[in-house]
Each structure stands twice: as structure tokens, then as C-alpha cells.
């Protein structure tokens, strides 16, 4: 159960000029038209490191970033930090600067809760435009965000 005054931080991660890898910072962007009560929205892009001072306030997180775990594209993951962080799946290339970042936080500073929401990527070839499997689980990832906000919400 959360109280009221908890702060909660969505953070899109990705490289908008490589396709797919872009799918959280795409995220971030429609869900800022949501107008999320008491959710800090945070385009990270590829300067995560640069993310950390962001979070450093923040009780929760949800990271959105592209994620190969072997699943067909749009394939839509939640796994939690612990998860994430004792598992060496094909993250993308933010999730060794994810890990850092966090590290950064020290232990007493360390959100009691994060987790990720990954979507499988078609594609991470040059390109502003993401393949038309992840274009489709867009709504499905900013589902499984709003899903997991009211869950921490209850």
C-alpha cells in the first residue's frame, strides 16, 4: 500500500533515432496527454546516467525501455527491478546505465520499488519510425504502467 505523498516516476528510456529502441521515451510522450495524477514523467532518452539526480526523491519507479527476451515483437514484459537486476536478459543498451544510475542512489536513497516495463523490439536499425509490432503494443505497455500505478495505489 502507498501513501498519498509517495512519489512515483515514470521514465522512458531509448534512442528515438534507432526504431524500436525508442519505444519508452514514446511511452512517456503519449502518457503525458493522460495527465497522470502525482506521476513524475521523465524522458530519459540515452543520458540515463544523467537520470539519477531525477530520482533520487522518488518512492517508485517504472522504467520503459525496449527489451530482447526472445518473445515475438510488441511482445509486452513487466519484471520487477530484482528481476532485471539478477538476470542477464538482452536489455537494451540503457539497462547497464540503468543499473548504474541506481547504483549512484546509494542503498538508503534506493526506491523501495522499481520495475520494468520492456517491450520486444522488431528492429533497431537507423529510423524515427518504430515497426508496426511495437507501434501496436504501445497502448498495451502504457496499460501495463497505468496497471501497475493503481496496484501501488490500492
Known amino acids: 500500500?502507498?501513501?498519498?505523498?509517495?512519489?512515483?516516476?515514470?521514465?522512458?528510456?531509448?534512442?528515438?533515432?534507432?526504431?524500436?529502441?525508442?519505444?519508452?521515451?514514446?511511452?512517456?510522450?503519449?502518457?503525458?496527454?493522460k495527465c497522470l495524477e502525482g506521476v513524475e514523467l521523465i524522458d530519459a532518452g540515452t543520458a540515463?546516467?544523467?537520470?539519477?539526480d531525477?530520482?533520487?526523491?522518488?518512492?517508485?519507479?517504472?522504467?520503459?525501455d525496449a527489451l530482447k527476451a526472445g518473445h515475438p515483437p510488441g511482445t509486452v514484459y513487466r519484471m520487477s527491478g530484482n528481476e532485471v537486476l539478477e538476470n542477464d536478459y538482452s536489455l537494451s543498451?540503457?539497462?547497464?546505465?540503468?543499473?548504474t544510475a541506481l547504483m549512484f542512489l546509494g542503498s538508503?536513497?534506493?526506491?523501495?520499488?522499481w520495475t520494468l516495463v520492456g517491450?520486444?523490439?522488431e528492429t533497431l536499425e537507423r529510423g524515427m519510425r518504430l515497426s508496426?509490432?511495437?507501434q501496436e503494443?504501445?497502448?498495451?505497455?502504457?496499460?501495463?504502467?497505468?496497471?501497475?500505478?493503481?496496484?501501488?495505489?490500492?
Open 137 to 154: 503494443a504501445v497502448p498495451a505497455a502504457m496499460r501495463a504502467v497505468e496497471n501497475l500505478i493503481e496496484e501501488w495505489r490500492i
Open 48 to 52: 540515463v546516467i544523467h537520470t539519477a
Open 1 to 33: 500500500m502507498m501513501s498519498p505523498a509517495e512519489r512515483i516516476a515514470v521514465v522512458g528510456m531509448g534512442n528515438l533515432l534507432m526504431s524500436d529502441d525508442g519505444v519508452g521515451v514514446h511511452v512517456v510522450h503519449k502518457l503525458r496527454k
Open 119 to 121: 517491450v520486444e523490439p
Open 54 to 64: 531525477c530520482l533520487r526523491e522518488v518512492d517508485r519507479i517504472v522504467v520503459v
Open 132 to 134: 508496426d509490432a511495437v
Open 93 to 99: 543498451v540503457h539497462s547497464l546505465g540503468l543499473k
Open 108 to 113: 538508503e536513497d534506493t526506491p523501495a520499488d
